[in-house]
């Protein structure tokens, strides 16, 4: 089998949570419970006044990101998933959920953090670079942008986590001007950078 070369859609995610509505298990992995614990490490500040979050899934990470934001706007591709983000993040009224697929879809707003995690090797090399553009865009000067992936091989994905965060560092080049990279750290299974957007 060929890695694809399309970015994987709603259909392809709504399938998976009709099957099972943790599929990463995110309640109750260890291995993610560290993770998550490594990503908000990495968050520079104690608050935001505007987050985005792309791909939030079922909002357990939305709702520990949440103590870190005067606003959140929490994404995902998948109807079910927001739902269930929906569901959990009820009680935050500061806390938006929507359906939105990057890069088709994205705001029109600037935010002082962005974080992206778990998403970019679902996308098309196109579509990845697109991103990240609109990405950058969108961060206010001296905003953050906080990547976090999985990095083994999974064939049924466009790209690895390491082509992800590849990718973003190259807009940290000196001759780019464009983002500095304050932090990086790599794990067996995942890897972390934090980037800063130069006024």
Known sequence: MEKPEKS??????????????????????????????????AIPKDKYKSVFEIGCSNGVLSEKLANFCERLLAVDA??????????RLADYHFVEVQEMTIPKNFP?????????????????????TLSRDKMIDALAPNGHLLLVHWTPFVEE??????????????????????????????????????FEKKQ
């Not at 080049?173 to 464009?178: A, D, K, Y």
């Not at 500095?180 to 299974?189: D, I, M, N, P, V």
């Open 8 to 41: 994987l859609d709603a259909e392809f995610f709504n399938k998976m949570y009709e099957q099972n509505q943790d599929p990463w298990d995110f309640e109750n992995s260890a291995y993610e419970r560290e993770k998550y614990d490594a990503t908000l490490k």
């Open 78 to 87: 998948s109807s079910i998933a927001v739902e269930n983000a929906k569901k």
């Open 108 to 128: 029109e707003e600037q935010f002082d953090l962005i974080l992206f995690s778990e998403v970019g090797y679902f996308l098309s090399m196109e579509d990845l």
């Open 157 to 194: 994905f466009p790209l690895t986590g390491d082509q992800v965060h590849e990718l973003f560092l190259q807009s940290a080049e000196p001759e780019s001007g464009i983002l500095a990279h304050l932090y990086g750290r790599s794990e067996t299974q995942y890897r972390l950078d934090l």
